[in-house]
């Protein structure tokens, strides 16, 4: 007789393999380095599109499950055809996406069974900046990223808020928006 022994799942995270990646990692610091991929492609005026199938992670090449493709645009009151939200809109799905992730891992660690979590995320943009209005004195990106958290679970407020602490510290979308990242940009002409 087998007997199928479940892997313990927490807010639908494998927290044994969750545990397993990070002891592995401490073991082999070299299976942390991954590099992430996206391929754009102007598709008309203000639209393109960009696909995700490929990354480089625990050293190897990998795919995901099946590409994911995404539209981007502007909206007609901006020039486009409002094929798709604006990059600057994706930015603010990023920030709600990772830091939710980050919020799920870690109460799943803590032992915390999450109930709810929303997000709502806004951003301000002064477009004086990017249309160069503003003789330099306006940047081009946000003024502020502003994310208000629901959440909801078996824990008290002070663990709740914990949590999200310990999301935002942890968050890569977070460190990219708040430090400086180098950006290289190649151009190739045909």
């Given at each position: 007789?087998?007997?199928?022994?479940?892997?313990?799942?927490?807010?639908?995270?494998?927290?044994?393999?969750?545990?397993?990646?990070?002891?592995?990692?401490?073991?082999?610091?070299?299976?942390?380095k991954?590099?992430?991929?996206?391929?754009?492609?102007?598709?008309s005026?203000?639209?393109?599109?960009?696909?995700?199938?490929?990354?480089?992670?625990?050293?190897?090449?990998?795919?995901?499950?099946?590409?994911?493709?995404?539209?981007?645009?502007?909206?007609?009151?901006?020039?486009?055809?409002?094929?798709?939200?604006?990059?600057?809109?994706?930015?603010?799905?990023?920030?709600?996406?990772?830091?939710?992730?980050?919020?799920?891992?870690?109460?799943?660690?803590?032992?915390?069974?999450?109930?709810?979590?929303?997000?709502?995320?806004?951003?301000?943009?002064?477009?004086?900046?990017?249309?160069?209005?503003?003789?330099?004195?306006?940047?081009?990106?946000?003024?502020?990223?502003r994310?208000?958290?629901?959440?909801?679970?078996?824990?008290?407020?002070?663990?709740?808020?914990?949590?999200?602490?310990?999301?935002?510290?942890?968050?890569?979308?977070?460190?990219?928006?708040?430090?400086?990242?180098?950006?290289?940009?190649?151009?190739?002409?045909?």
């Amino acid at each position: 007789m087998t007997t199928a022994t479940e892997s313990p799942r927490r807010n639908g995270v494998d927290t044994a393999t969750l545990f397993a990646t990070i002891d592995a990692v401490k073991g082999q610091n070299e299976i942390a380095k991954f590099q992430f991929r996206a391929s754009n492609t102007w598709v008309s005026g203000t639209h393109s599109r960009s696909t995700a199938s490929d990354f480089f992670g625990a050293m190897q090449e990998l795919r995901h499950k099946s590409d994911t493709v995404v539209e981007f645009d502007h909206p007609e009151v901006l020039v486009g055809t409002d094929h798709g939200p604006t990059p600057v809109e994706y930015l603010l799905h990023a920030i709600a996406a990772c830091l939710t992730a980050g919020v799920a891992n870690i109460a799943a660690a803590r032992g915390v069974e999450l109930t709810k979590v929303t997000s709502t995320v806004t951003g301000d943009i002064d477009l004086l900046g990017i249309l160069g209005l503003s003789d330099g004195s306006v940047r081009n990106g946000y003024e502020q990223i502003r994310v208000a958290f629901t959440i909801e679970g078996d824990a008290d407020e002070e663990t709740l808020r914990g949590i999200v602490e310990q999301s935002r510290r942890r968050s890569a979308v977070y460190d990219v928006l708040v430090n400086p990242t180098p950006v290289a940009i190649d151009v190739t002409c045909a």
